[in-house]
């Protein structure tokens, strides 16, 4: 049995009646055998026989239940469990009817140590011992007594069957509960898994996104310098000639010499430019609200156009090649304004979110059609061709698009023009 029957019938983790698995069947057996020494049943002489078998009894619990561990009781299951029911018969038939009530013990042990459907067996054969011992003292004829043993029996097995059944259901609900909670964990542990590999991914795309942008950002300063410092030179170098040939016409020879000085002054402002460009002084001195409002404020003297710098969120320090970009969009914008969007005012709000920083520049201006333009209309950073000499939306969207983040452009004719740019970062150690 211990092999074959036994491996389909014994519980893979015990149940929850504590009577079963403490000291108290024990305590239970020495009160009924101190009843069977004080009110031996009719014949004194049978004694000894009744305390052998209450001494078996005991054996039994102990030797298959209480001396072995856990893990070595399954394979005994079904020996033990039958084997105290019957024990408990031949004490219920020989000593006396209480020792019924080691019919808990039994029912208790049929459902800790015996697997579905055999607990509905355990529990059948523990209603007949229990009916044996309810039954026994009844006086009447022998037609009577079995009358009442089988009405008992039948009573008491749909009792123990429906309590089996109650706590089977039970045990079901609870390891359904079990693997559901292990399957929610497992759930949350490969999410977590997921998480931590998106988090990486984005670090990376963030990283490349930067790089991608500062090698557009040399392209640009590269093309500018084409076109407007080696321009500007050739320019000199052409007017410096026509100067040496119209050396002897002194009003053409002027005339060169100025232009070539114009042209001179102008390449300088432009070199000087393009360093600011790439140092931005606001930034070496503050963060970028900081800057954005000493820009705002240099740009509002500059050309009398009074400019609102609003703050939300919690500031904080964020990668300096996002704080370049957004001061540059920021300039390019207010650079618009005052060129094309003929506006009255301005509003510069820098937004600081959890994982994001924003920009928006407003004003009031003319506005414009953003689907019909093409870089040379528009106001607030939407204009901007080559030929107003700054790098215009689509090099800030370039900008923007190269640290992986957004620029939108809202505008209508007469209604103002509002620049959006909105770039990630991540987290940022400071020092105390």
């Known amino acids: ?32 055998a101190g009843i069977t020494v004080r009110w031996p049943k009719l014949h004194p002489a049978g004694l000894a026989l009744d305390l052998g078998l209450i001494v078996l009894a005991a054996g039994w619990l102990l030797a298959f239940h209480s001396l072995q561990r856990p893990a070595r009781r399954a394979p005994h299951s079904p020996v033990f469990v039958f084997g105290l029911i019957v024990i408990t018969g031949a004490l219920v038939v020989q000593v006396g009817g209480w020792f019924g009530f080691l019919c808990a013990v039994c029912f208790g042990h049929a459902h800790t140590r015996l697997r579905w459907p055999w607990r509905l067996a355990g529990a059948s054969a523990t209603a007949v011992v229990a009916a044996a011992s309810q039954s026994e003292g009844v006086q009447g004829s022998p037609v009577f007594r079995v009358v009442v043993f089988l009405f008992a029996v039948a009573l008491d097995m749909a009792l123990l ?36 590999e998106n988090e990486d991914l984005h670090q990376r795309l963030l ?88 820009v705002a404020d240099g740009w509002s003297g500059l050309h009398g156009i009074p400019v609102q710098v609003t703050t939300t969120g919690m500031v904080r320090p964020v990668q300096p090649e996002v704080e370049f970009a957004l001061l540059r969009a920021a300039q390019e914008a207010l650079a618009n304004v005052a060129r ?38 528009g106001a607030s950073g939407a204009s901007g061709s080559s030929g107003h000499g700054g790098f215009g939306l689509v090099a800030m969207r370039q900008r923007i698009e ?28 400071v020092g105390p």
């Open 340 to 377: 094309h969007a003929q506006a009255s005012r301005v509003g510069l709000t820098v937004s600081y979110m959890e994982n994001e920083v924003a920009l928006d520049v407003r004003d009031d201006g003319v506005g414009f059609d953003p689907a019909g333009a093409s870089g040379s209309s």
């Open 161 to 196: 069957n429906s309590l089996m059944w109650l706590l089977h259901e039970r045990d079901e609900q609870v390891a359904q509960h079990q693997r559901a909670l292990a399957e929610l964990s497992a759930a949350n542990r490969r999410l977590e898994a997921t998480i931590a």
């Open 1 to 32: 049995m211990s092999g074959g029957l036994g491996a389909r019938i014994w519980p893979r983790q015990p149940g929850p009646l504590a009577v079963t698995a403490s000291g108290l069947p024990y305590v239970l057996i020495a009160i009924l």
């Open 207 to 294: 990283v490349q996104a930067r790089e991608a942008g500062v090698l557009d950002e040399r392209r640009r300063m590269a093309q500018e310098i084409h076109d407007t410092l080696a321009q500007g030179l050739t320019g000199i170098v052409t007017q410096l000639q026509a100067a040496e040939q119209a050396a002897a016409d002194a009003p053409r020879w002027r005339r060169h010499l100025t232009a070539a000085t114009r042209l001179a002054r102008d390449s300088l402002t432009e070199a000087r430019r393009s360093v600011h460009a790439l140092r931005p002084e606001p930034l070496e001195n503050g963060r970028l609200s900081e800057a954005l409002a000493c």
């Open 402 to 429: 190269g640290l992986a983040g957004t620029l939108q452009v809202e505008s209508e004719p007469g209604g103002g023009t509002a620049i959006s740019a909105c770039v990630p970062t991540v987290a940022v150690m």
